[in-house]
């Protein structure tokens, strides 16, 4: 009934151009996406960077792709993707139908392998990866102008964070240095825009679920 609509999608303004970030779970998605840009800036988007290789995060790609838009992403997102994407999608079809027409896996020519900055639309924006968290190349992208963290998939709101392709030490260890970016606002990959603590609240949950884990491997010992 969502129609796959489930995770967020980001849009910055630069001077000359935008960045998208994530773009949604169909190619009809990532067509509403844009036409929802034309209606805030006549702008052109200039750059997609794509946080992490969850499905309802890519498979909006290919409409901004026949437009020319390059996609950007972390060289172990784009090797995910290649295993596993094309059996995601077979595996949507039945559930969202219709929604899916147009749809196909695109793999980005752009990659990344460390923390970095790119200048797109002239607005720097900070990269960051902290090594493999919630999925092996997890990326979070900081506009320090306005003070904006877009987490990604380290960061769920409202949501039970998926840890079915994390490193769960790894995951920990990613939350404390993306809090040391102090930024004023976080946008999770699942969830409503909210402050810094955003942060702290998924550190929580995972530290709880690592303490409940370990009680009941004790227990069946």
Known sequence: ANRGVVGSREVIVGKTGVVVIDTGSSYRHGKRML??????????????????????????????????IPLLAHSETTKLMKARCDHCLDNLRPLLGAE???TRLVIPLREVSATTT????????????????????????????SGVLFAGGIVAIDS?????????????????????????????????VTGAGAIAVTASYLDALDRKMRALYAQST
């Open 35 to 68: 036409d929802a840009i034309a209606r805030v800036t006549d702008k052109p988007v200039v750059l997609v960077i794509l946080t992490h290789a969850v499905q309802e995060f890519v498979f909006g790609s290919q409409a901004f792709v026949e437009r020319g």
């Open 100 to 102: 899916l027409e147009g």
């Open 118 to 145: 790119v200048d797109a639309g002239d607005r720097p924006l900070e990269i960051y990866f902290f090594g493999w968290a919630s999925t092996p190349g997890d990326l979070a992208v900081f506009d320090r102008a």
């Open 160 to 192: 039970i964070p998926d840890i079915r392709d994390s490193d769960f030490d790894g995951w920990q260890r990613a939350l404390p240095r993306l809090a040391e970016l102090k930024p004023t606002w976080v946008v999770p990959g699942h969830g409503p």
